[in-house]
């Protein structure tokens, strides 16, 4: 818990400081990134599902991950006091599974991997997750209001399926510029929030490292993109902000309010291609994003709305204290979105 007898400005200035050498770090490497992707031909031709002009380089995950990596060392070496005598073996598991897919994207950024591989290092990321204690293990019931522990048989498979869902939902979120550094962002903020206002000062040091990592990225991946955040990006990211959601202590209400739009969609889209008899790893222009680019909706105006809409329901779950109010707002989103694809689709 926080220490009463520490200024809470003192928290402030050392919150600042992760966050702005973050930031600074990813503003200072994107465009390198975007020279070494581009001398490699590390880079994404128009076609197919992008529309964007000429070549983009692809390695957004190298500053996204350098940043974060460096900004989350300087917090450890700030001494603030830990809440959890397990937050050292749960960062260790942060940062090795975001390693491992970090540079499995990187493979997948120059080789193209097949769905085979890229889904067994999502896995074996996921069990890293479990092996560290970043495990979905306990929640709370919103009808009961009463806490449920699962027993491990239970919470290993679902977290596993927590962190695979999550990655997968952000790599399929990156379909336009800026759609899924800024979705991630808008988490990375709530979070950090979260934690700071339950007493987890040390904790909240984590999203505040990689939220100042994709708002320093972000002026380069805005429409139109100069650089693109790559398999390496979005695999790191999704880890990520999956982990960073039950290190806070379980947020996974907060995490599903904020991205709910994006993982209906994930499950929508994977319906869809199986009654279609088509892989669910065999990308299309399904997605609602490509949906309404389709539909004659600028590139910068789908972003900003899907911004829009992830923060209005991160306000809303940092001030609402009820668990079924969270529970409806939440149903809500997923019967709004799944009518909205249907007609989409029916239409298309």
């Known amino acids: 818990m926080t220490n009463p007898l520490v200024n809470p400005l003192t928290y402030l200035l050392q919150y600042l400081l992760v966050f702005g050498i973050s930031a600074g770090l990813a503003l200072l490497i994107t465009p390198l990134a975007g020279l070494l992707g581009c001398r490699l031909g590390i880079v994404d031709r128009p076609g197919g599902r992008r529309a964007h002009k000429g070549e983009v380089p692809r390695l957004g995950g190298i500053p996204l991950f350098v940043a974060f990596v460096v900004a989350v060392g300087v917090g450890q070496l700030l001494g603030i006091p ?50 560290t204690h970043i495990i979905l293990e306990r929640f709370n019931n919103p009808l009961t209001d ?76 805005f429409a139109p993109a100069r650089v693109f955040l790559g398999s390496a990006g979005a695999f790191f990211l999704g880890y990520a902000l999956s982990a960073l959601g039950l290190i806070a202590g379980g947020r996974v209400a907060a995490v599903l309010l904020v991205i709910g739009l994006p993982i209906v969609d994930v499950v929508w889209q994977i319906f869809d291609r199986l009654r279609h008899r088509r892989s ?66 029916r239409r298309r």
Request: some cysteine; overall charge neutral.
């Open 82 to 131: 830990t809440a959890d005598a397990k937050e050292p073996v749960r960062l260790l598991g942060l940062l090795l599974g975001s390693a491992l897919l970090f540079v499995v994207g990187l493979i997948d950024d120059r080789w193209e991997l097949r769905p085979l591989p890229q889904f067994a290092a999502h896995f074996a990321a996921a069990v890293v997750a479990v092996c």
């Open 146 to 221: 009463t806490e449920v522990v699962l027993p491990l048989v239970l919470y290993a498979p679902l977290t596993v399926f927590w962190v695979m869902g999550m990655i997968t939902t952000v790599n399929w979120l990156d379909g336009l510029d800026g759609l899924s550094a800024g979705v991630g962002a808008i988490l990375c903020a709530v979070l950090a929030i979260h934690m700071h206002s339950v007493g987890q000062p040390s904790v909240a040091l984590l999203p505040l490292a990689l939220l100042g990592a994709l708002l320093g990225f972000l002026p380069y991946n």
């Open 280 to 345: 669910p790893a065999q990308g299309d222009r399904g997605h609602l994003h490509f949906r309404l680019l389709d539909l004659g909706i600028s590139q910068r105006a789908i972003v900003l709305f899907y911004w829009g809409f992830c923060a209005l329901f991160g306000v809303l779950t940092l001030t609402i204290s009820s668990r079924l109010y969270k529970l409806l707002a939440l149903v809500g989103v997923g019967v709004v979105v799944v009518v909205v694809l249907a007609y989409l689709s």
